[in-house]
């Protein structure tokens, strides 16, 4: 297969997921993530124990999630290379339907992979206990940060 019919490659995904589709599929994400943020500032609650929690839920959600795309990721792989993937891509619309979700599964994926990477950072920086005059807002943005990629990742 030439590289420009091809349905793998980041080429194939950044030609189908744009920055224009990223920053539409943030919007509700980061304004369900405010509406948490300001809820937390209202009840004062502290950010340090806030923050603790999110990194938790974070690192027990998102290797399980992305555990079960890479096994979704290989299903969809063997169904390219085999008949049924060409018969699909013959058809109207096929090329189309394989290539988006070859996109959207490879996108996932990444940022599964990168968010794993950060929250596991986060982690170890939150165990750390740094104490500082800027420690609230370091928190509060990291935690927006925190949840607002969780109700990204959950929205593909």
């Known amino acids: 297969m030439s590289n420009k019919n091809s349905f793998f490659g980041w080429t194939a995904v950044f030609q189908l997921y744009t920055l224009k589709d990223f920053l539409k599929d943030s919007i509700y994400p980061v304004i369900f993530s405010a509406i948490v943020m300001a809820l937390s500032i209202i009840c004062d609650i502290e950010s340090y124990t806030l923050l603790g929690k999110t990194l938790n839920i974070g690192l027990t959600i998102v290797p399980v999630m992305l555990s079960l795309l890479i096994a979704a990721y290989a299903i969809l792989l063997s169904m390219f290379c ?75």
Do not use: P
């Not at 018969?87 to 992979?113: H, V």
């Not at 990477?117 to 943005?141: E, T």
């Open 82 to 156: 085999s008949n049924t993937g060409k018969t699909i891509a013959n058809q109207n619309g096929g090329k189309e339907l394989l290539d988006e979700l070859n996109s959207d599964f490879a996108t996932s994926i990444f940022a599964s992979f990168i968010g794993i990477l950060f929250f596991i950072g986060g982690s170890l920086i939150h165990q750390l206990k740094f104490d500082f005059i800027y420690a609230d807002f370091v928190n509060y943005s990291a935690l927006f940060y925190r949840i607002t990629y969780c109700f990204f990742l959950s929205s593909f």
